[in-house]
């Protein structure tokens, strides 16, 4: 194995999105880091959960046995792949049994259909590629932000991301629900200009109950990084998901729970989508929140004025 | 007492089904007449995996008399496992993090610990996957089939299917009487991804004008047209079963994506633009919404959509999976008896057999083209779409 250079750590990257308006102040390049220490139920990302490569599918680019056929031979383990008798001869994965496969499978397929996601790359790799969207970020007062993932899980990778991107005067932004030892945090934020954090849910139990994690250490992290970090700018958030934390009584918890604090400049409700739906496909997994949809204007308006009000601002109807 | 000659598990590693306890019977009273002891293992592999979950114990000890008292259409005693996967266990680690472990070897340490020298596994594809890993690591399971969607192709009747099967026809019954008495068309979707022996066997028997399958692709046009002709008969309704998988010949014509994705956009999510969600398995009812929709239009009927989802796992057993849980679960003590290992056992008229797992997977029982069925829907004259 080669060894790891420790002035340019390598990182397990998910994607870098170019362009992102929602990911922090200004015009965004944002870097998926693969890994997450939660399970909730409406993840968006399910690519980014497991912190590894990880074999994925699209049957639509799949151009059938009768044309290609690579991935039912050798070295693609035996019965990880198969079609079904039929009027169509696109090849189906047996999940249980493909999950063994690399980074061989993936190259052998033609069509791309067989790919993986994650992979490895140097924070230079990533560096050079953020920098090509140096000039919006000067025009709009944007710059990098690490996502998830949660990126706080590559603390080395990300702490050295975000001190390289300084250096090149790039603008900082993390997204995190700090749900990791609080050592990590305190070696990334250093680096960190804004801190976009998760306030899911308020009650332990329910907590757990929807991310498979009680919050308690989740909620110490914040305060001790509100308090260690008096310079970085926090921005609290909900992803709002309908019967789960939708209620008043959430958003006024966290409202109590952040409004101490000055340097925590605002609260922003996500409202749930379905995007990541169809990933779960890709991966052979089951979306657990088919039966959720997204929530109504009138219970975001309400939910946003109550934030509003906190705030002291008025919101244009 | 004597001691028992051997000690076998039992569970269900898939979802719920009318008539599980029946596969009970079967066991304990072959297993009683061997003098082998059985135990029930809950909830999948989870009541061996995690004792502590339960009061008492993950395990049951099963006896004839505890057997005999429960209902065939009760609750499974033994529980369910719609999602119990040995090799991606979510785990809370010591940092407070989830993680999905392998614990394959730990099941097999724990059932060598408990003398467990065998495991009867009901369940249906994924169940019998994940039975054919255990069994290349040492793991003496018999899978018995069964599949609300009669799917497996290594027998001829999976059990569950055919008390699905009535159920399916007892709503579809009343969809159709609620077509006659709002003059409307109903649009039924029914569970089948791969295969419509669900959609096909119920559309039959309660005389739906237009059944869509997995296995034939159809062209709504012709749907339409023969719609517009019973219409036009002087009869104001009519009745479309899709199974789930149904799929449309031409691109050009509404699919089961055609609406479910059209106000996506991705600015948040990598990889999740519409073109690349565009081709996803649908959750249950978009089928039914899309179809609905595109006849409204080209026969300008009002059309109901209805999906009957998870409904149709409900409900009683019928006699014939009665029978065939008792007769299955017998077979499987038969197996390993036999010293059969590794094998599931397959119903092929008019006997039982075993099949090797390994021929058993990836394996899908799809409609033939030239399925009585599908002669009997034709000379019914019930529309299939092509």
Known sequence: ?317 | MTTPAKKIAINNSGGYLPGLNSVLLGVLRTAAHLNWDVVGIRDGFDGILFPERYSGDGLVQLSLELVETVLPSGTPLLGTASSSDPYHVRTLTAENQVEEIDKSDELLRKLQDHNISAVISVGGMQPLSILLKLQRKGLNGICVPASVENDVAATQLSFGFNSTLSCVVDLLENARHAAQSSRKIGVVEVLGEHTGWLALQAGIAVGADAVLLPEIPYDLRKVAKKLRSKFASGQQYALVVAAEGARCSSHSEPGPTAIAHASLKASLSPLATRAASAHVIQRSGHLAEALALELQRLTDQQTYPLSLGQLIKGGAPTAVDRQLGVAYGAAAVRAIRENQRGVLVSFQPPKVKFVPLSEAINKIRTIPPNSLFIETARSLGICLGD
Request: proline share 7%; net charge negative.
């Open chain 1, 1 to 317: 194995m080669k060894p790891v250079d420790p002035q340019n750590p390598t990182g397990l990257v998910l994607n870098i999105q170019h362009f992102c308006t929602h990911d922090g102040p200004g015009m965004r390049t944002t870097v998926f880091l693969k890994g997450c220490s939660l399970r909730c139920k409406w993840c968006s990302n399910p690519e980014s959960i497991h912190p590894k490569p990880e074999l994925a599918y699209d049957n639509k680019k799949c151009i059938g046995k009768k044309q290609c056929g690579f991935c039912l031979k050798p070295p693609f383990p035996e019965n990880a792949f198969y079609v079904i008798d039929g009027p169509d001869d696109r090849v189906h994965v047996n999940w249980d049994l493909a999950s063994e496969c690399g980074q061989d499978c993936a190259s052998i397929c033609p069509t791309g259909a067989i790919y993986l996601f994650g992979q490895k790359m140097t924070v230079d790799q990533v560096l050079d590629e953020v920098d090509q969207d140096s000039s919006f970020y000067r025009e709009s007062g944007g710059g990098i932000t690490l996502s998830g993932g949660e990126c706080l899980l590559q603390p080395d990778f990300a702490a050295a991301l975000l001190k390289g991107a300084h250096e090149r005067g790039i603008d900082t932004t993390i997204e995190t629900a700090c749900n990791v030892p609080w050592r990590f945090v305190e070696q990334v934020l250093p680096h960190v200009d804004t801190m976009l954090h998760d306030h899911k849910l308020t009650d332990p139990v329910r907590y757990r109950k929807w991310t498979g994690v009680d919050n308690s250490r989740i909620l110490e992290n914040f305060k001790k990084a509100y308090e260690a970090f008096p310079n970085t700018r926090f921005i609290a958030r909900t992803p709002l998901i309908p019967g789960v934390n939708d209620d008043e009584a959430h958003i006024r918890s966290v409202l109590a729970f952040i409004r101490p604090y000055k340097n925590v400049i605002d609260y922003e409700l996500l409202p749930y989508h379905r995007f990541g739906e169809s990933k779960y496909s890709f991966l052979g997994r089951i979306y657990e929140m088919e039966d959720f949809h997204a929530p109504t204007e009138e219970s975001l308006a309400h939910l946003r004025a109550i934030i509003d009000e906190q705030f002291g601002r008025k919101r244009a109807s």
